[in-house]
């Protein structure tokens, strides 16, 4: 291993990483020892301290093992907006033993289904908006998904705060007659004790599903301890502590979230201003108000917070850790950033599959649209894709990893695990699929991606997926999808369809729009759709995509205003 960032490795942080033998439970259990009085969480003027946030998790814990049957080793799905109720779920079904399967609240029926038949999640915690696209999966014949707890994001709201909820999201409790759907203010009341169950560091905690190139979604087998790792890594790399408020807004279901905005803050006993939407003018406010002073997020939410009037009118100054990935920082917002706030965004890199935090830079000593060095205890190389020789440095070549925050592995899927690791210096490395080089201080420096996918605002959309559903319409006869340069989320998808000849000139661009965003989640479906008579192809009758993506990115047709 060539060790060519240390050149500007920060100072006071180790080279390797010490993992505690414990689960993410720990310290929530230890933080409420130590800061019983502490806020834990505010949401809409709600404040949950470290005692309440440990009491109604270790109440709903014992209701899912009691009432509900879940035992070690179970997959409970989440879906949710955020919410307080996401993180008691998602700390309740750790601390009896189940893994957390963390699904978009965006997603449809039948992405549903996939999720819960491939993980065979047993219940689903689910927010009471979402439950109709739960209660179809339930009980049918061959699954294996038997009930829903259900939370409302009202639940626990003062009047003051109502108001900071979108109109979406202020309904109240139903109450339910079916024995198979349980409400959220049941399990909060239940007075049993948990009964542990002996699990431990190494035992599966989160199972989010990340797509692949051949369109089927696969599992991320993450263990406490994976999780732990890029949690603590992060804190000492960027020098965080206990009195330290995070924002939280990007969503939770998604890894940046998930551990930015919740895991870590819990892990270092922080306090977390949760929002349940993205809004500038807010997100302001609450910055002000709180003195936040660590903020992760994607550079389009960034870009949109400090572009509002009120950036300008509110008082900032708290804010001194701002980070995040997922797309390159561009050059004229980071400078704006730097003149006019005094702050440096430091970009970093990960993958759902790495637990986010991988690579990032130096805190001191930041390169823009860069992503960053190793962190404590990662090994990275740069090989060539096709003969697996590791490469000399400045020459492009895929990016491989080792480290203790990398998944054990995809959910019972040998093919992909087989494709995703390799050996390296009698190591096994996780190949990222994405091309870089290493420049001449030791910084990695993105390229391009060995496999077809689409960043949008570091959401990962794979074309095959979506591709698959193009040809479920009527209507279709080829497909290609492809990115499209976005000014606001870096990338976005463009659909290219040649239809059939009978709906030549019968078919809208909107229609197709629609109909892709009531099939798959919204950030998926395509942003865009263009009609051709003909899609180029190879000799062997493959779509040339690379050759359709090139001449999109070479035209430059970057857009502002994204339709529907």
Same mark, same amino acid.
């Not at 080793?73 to 033993?97: K, W």
């Not at 270092?268 to 406010?285: Q, Y």
């Given at each position: ?11 006071? *942080? ?25 806020? #834990? ?15 109604? *998790? &270790? ?17 409970? $799905? $989440? ?156 804190? *000492? ?35 977390? *201003? ?13 910055? &002000? ?63 759902? &599959? ?5 690579? #990032? ?140 000849? #009978? ?31 003909? $899609? ?15 001449? &999109?990115?070479?035209? $430059? ?8």
């Amino acid at each position: 291993m060539a060790n060519w960032h240390r050149k500007f490795w920060p100072q006071g *942080v180790p080279h390797q990483l010490r993992v505690p033998q414990v689960t993410l439970n720990h310290y929530l259990q230890t933080a409420a020892q130590r800061y019983p009085d502490k806020p #834990a969480l505010i949401y809409a003027d709600r404040v949950l301290t470290y005692r309440e946030l440990h009491q109604q *998790v &270790e109440a709903v814990a014992a209701y899912l093992q009691q009432r509900l049957g879940v035992v070690r080793g179970d997959r409970l $799905l $989440l879906i949710s907006q955020n919410c307080p109720e996401f993180v008691i779920d998602y700390y309740a079904a750790m601390r009896v033993g189940a893994a957390v399967v963390p699904v978009s609240p965006m997603s449809t029926l039948v992405e549903i289904a996939y999720y819960a038949d491939d993980s065979g999640a047993k219940v689903a915690l689910v927010a009471q908006d979402l439950l109709h696209q739960v209660q179809p999966l339930m009980g049918r014949d061959g699954g294996t998904l038997t009930s829903a707890l259900v939370h409302t994001y009202s639940e626990g709201v003062p009047s003051s705060g109502i108001e900071a909820l979108p109109e979406a999201m202020r309904f109240t409790a139903c109450v339910f007659s079916e024995d198979t759907v349980h409400a959220f203010a049941d399990a909060l009341a239940y007075n049993n004790p948990v009964q542990d169950v002996g699990h431990g560091p190494h035992d599966l905690a989160v199972l989010p599903y990340t797509s692949g190139t051949t369109g089927h979604p696969k599992g991320c087998c993450h263990t406490h301890s994976t999780m732990l790792a890029s949690n603590l890594a992060s804190q *000492v790399w960027r020098g965080l502590h206990t009195d330290a408020v995070f924002l939280c807004v990007a969503p939770l279901f998604h890894m940046l979230g998930m551990q930015n905005g919740m895991n870590l803050p819990l892990t270092l006993s922080g306090t977390i *201003v949760m929002m349940p939407r993205w809004d500038a003018a807010r997100a302001t406010a609450l910055v &002000e108000r709180y003195r936040v002073t660590v903020w992760t997020a994607p550079p389009a939410m960034v870009m949109d917070f400090f572009a509002h009037p009120s950036a300008r009118e509110r008082d900032l100054s708290s804010l001194t850790m701002l980070s995040g990935g997922g797309a390159a920082m561009p050059e004229a917002v980071a400078r704006l950033l730097l003149d006019q706030f005094g702050l440096t965004y430091n970009e970093a890199y990960g993958l759902s &599959e790495t637990a986010a935090f991988l690579h #990032a830079n130096p805190p001191a000593r930041c390169k823009r649209q860069c992503l960053g060095i190793p962190t404590q205890g990662v090994d990275s190389r740069i090989v060539d894709p096709e003969t697996l020789q590791e490469l000399p440095q400045g020459q492009v070549g895929e990016l491989v990893t080792r480290g203790s925050q990398v998944m054990q592995g995809y959910w019972r899927n040998a093919q992909a695990d087989k494709d995703a690791f390799m050996m390296l210096d009698e190591e096994r490395f996780f190949r990222t699929g994405d091309l870089a080089l290493v420049d001449e201080d030791g910084y990695f420096v993105m390229r391009d991606r060995l496999k077809r996918m689409i960043n949008a605002s570091g959401l990962k959309v794979w074309p095959a997926e979506v591709e698959n559903a193009m040809y479920e319409h009527p209507a279709v006869h080829e497909a290609c999808v492809i990115s499209m340069p976005d000014a606001k989320r870096g990338e976005s998808v463009l659909a290219l369809l040649v239809l059939k000849p #009978a709906f030549k000139g019968e078919v809208a661009e909107q229609t197709i729009i629609d109909w892709s965003r009531q099939r798959m989640a919204v950030y998926k479906a395509p942003r865009r759709v263009r009609f051709m008579d003909a $899609l180029p192809k190879s000799n062997m009758g493959k779509i040339l995509w690379r050759q359709l993506q090139e001449q &999109e990115h070479a035209g $430059l047709n970057t857009f502002h205003d994204v339709k529907g």
